[in-house]
């Protein structure tokens, strides 16, 4: 049988996560290639490159925003020739985005940038640090799946 948890331990528990986990993803979206897409924009076509063609409706019930907000976004990526606008082969009445072969190379790029960065901080570790990290991982996606 497990101890009962301390409100107070726990309180501070989850200050230290959020914190850790906040500044973690803030330092990743530092770590991203210059440029003037900005975050929603770069999150939106990180999607489209990882799951493919999708409707405006479903961006925007993606990033939480409305599609007047959405539409400003991949307005950008389209315009930046990032991105297309196709006809949905499902129904022609709707229309898909996709990144164009510059959107997914913009993509790559930010990705290994940031991937590289990230592998050396994890690199000048020890190991009993990385092996702590590999189960809090696991934790972490227990509790984000939940």
């Known amino acids: ?18 914190t850790a986990v906040a500044r973690l993803y803030r330092r990743f979206r530092s770590e991203r290639i210059d440029g003037d897409l900005g975050d929603a924009a770069m999150s939106i076509l990180t999607l489209l490159y990882k799951e493919g063609p999708q409707t405006l409706k479903a961006l925007s019930d993606h990033d939480r925003v409305t599609p007047a907000s959405m ?4 307005n950008r990526l389209t315009s930046a020739g990032y991105a297309v606008r196709e006809p949905d082969p499902q129904d022609g009445r709707r229309v898909l985005f996709r990144t164009t072969p510059a959107g997914d190379g913009l993509v790559a790029r ?3 940038l940031r991937h590289a960065w990230f592998e050396a901080q994890l690199r000048e570790l020890g190991e009993d640090d990385r092996r702590t990290l590999a189960r809090a991982a696991g934790i972490l996606r227990l509790l984000a799946d939940s």
Not at 1 to 18: K, T
Not at 71 to 74: A, E, F, G, K, Y
């Open 110 to 112: 930010d990705r290994a």
């Open 1 to 18: 049988m497990m101890p009962e948890a301390n409100a107070s331990d726990l309180a501070e528990l989850r200050v230290e996560i959020s």
């Open 71 to 74: 539409s400003q976004t991949v």
